[in-house]
């Protein structure tokens, strides 16, 4: 298995989430099916599997590459650039 080289530049201790679902879905009026939260700023974004796919396109504009789930009782975190689980 290949290891994420991003994951040590995370920033310590990880950030808060900047809000408790997907702001951007909410402007839309769209209801996001999952939630990720990118850990570099706090930022919470809707998941592929949405219809606008927040998550992704905030690591498009910002190259922050490593999220997690932001589900309850979810612990996973992946890394964009990487393309895998970390």
């Given at each position: 298995?290949?290891?994420?080289?991003?994951?040590?530049?995370?920033?310590?201790?990880?950030?808060?989430?900047?809000?408790?679902?997907?702001?951007?879905?909410?402007?839309?009026?769209?209801?996001?099916?999952?939630?990720?939260?990118?850990?570099?700023c706090?930022?919470?974004?809707?998941?592929?599997?949405?219809?606008?796919?927040?998550?992704?396109?905030?690591?498009?504009?910002?190259?922050?590459?490593?999220?997690?789930?932001?589900?309850?009782?979810?612990?996973?975190?992946w890394?964009?650039?990487?393309?895998?689980?970390?």
């Amino acid at each position: 298995m290949s290891e994420c080289t991003h994951v040590p530049d995370l920033p310590r201790p990880g950030p808060q989430p900047l809000a408790d679902t997907c702001p951007e879905c909410l402007a839309a009026g769209c209801h996001p099916v999952q939630l990720r939260m990118c850990l570099e700023c706090g930022h919470v974004g809707c998941c592929d599997s949405s219809p606008y796919r927040h998550a992704t396109r905030h690591f498009e504009e910002t190259g922050h590459p490593v999220m997690r789930s932001f589900e309850p009782g979810e612990e996973w975190r992946w890394c964009y650039v990487d393309l895998l689980i970390v």
